[in-house]
């Protein structure tokens, strides 16, 4: 089993939609969760934290599930612009991290 | 603020050549990150330091692979002798280990070994 998993996708979904996606991890120990965003070519950039209390930032929500061990991202309203791939991440205890494999998403007009 | 700058952006080489791939990370951060990511196998941790030390190396592939951090502002990753399957975009990010260890990452150095 992988330390950390995600949908691959592609999720394809209009304009305005709202998409959600799933993360699991392995560690019950993981102290920080974060999902990062992927445009192509591109570095990983930050796109939240995830608190265990969840957190909201404009149209993004991210959930944290410690019992059952997933987090999630929900975008409400898409956008053209939010269409790249977004990563979930894990860290487990001092500084190593685990970065999912990804999930494309494709906002079409 | 001047972000993660890596250096070169592109690199091409051939079979059994050195390549050293160059990393400053944001002033003030403690900690540096090099990371390989491929089709394939994804966005993996190759070796991380903190406070110029290297703490864990075990996602270093072979012992072709060596990273250094010589002072707080300089990294350098080096593949000695290169292969095709080397070939990929070597990350590299920092941190200053506050807000749960947030990294931020370079713009990458793409790699292509023939």
């Known amino acids: 089993r992988k330390e950390v998993e995600q949908d691959p996708g592609p999720f394809n979904v209009p304009e305005g939609a709202t998409v959600a996606f799933n993360c699991t991890y392995s560690n019950s120990a993981s102290q920080s969760f974060f999902w990062y965003r992927q445009d192509c070519r591109k570095e990983p950039k930050l796109l939240m934290s995830?608190?265990?209390s969840g957190n909201e930032d404009g149209r993004f929500t991210a959930q944290l599930n410690r019992a059952s061990q997933y987090i999630s991202l929900l975008i409400r309203d898409s956008k053209l612009s939010d269409s790249a791939t977004y990563l979930c991440?894990?860290?487990?205890?001092?500084?190593?991290?685990?970065f999912g494999a990804g999930t494309r998403l494709f906002v079409k007009a | 603020d001047a972000g993660v700058i890596q250096s070169p952006r592109h690199e091409v080489t051939e079979m059994g050549q050195e390549v050293t791939l160059r990393c400053k990370p944001i002033?003030?951060?403690?900690?540096l990150f090099w990371y390989r990511q491929t089709m394939m196998r994804g966005l993996e941790l190759l070796i991380y330091f903190n406070n110029n030390v290297p703490i864990d190396d075990s996602g270093m592939p072979e012992d072709r692979f060596s990273a250094k951090m010589p002072n707080a502002s300089f990294s350098t990753l080096k593949i000695q002798p290169s292969e095709p399957r080397d070939s990929a975009v070597y990350f590299c990010a920092s941190s200053d280990g506050t807000s749960g260890y947030e990294q931020y990452f370079g713009p990458g150095t793409r790699l292509t070994v023939t």
């Open positions: 991440v894990v860290r487990g205890g001092g500084f190593k991290t685990i």
């Open positions: 002033s003030g951060h403690n900690s």
């Open positions: 995830v608190y265990s």
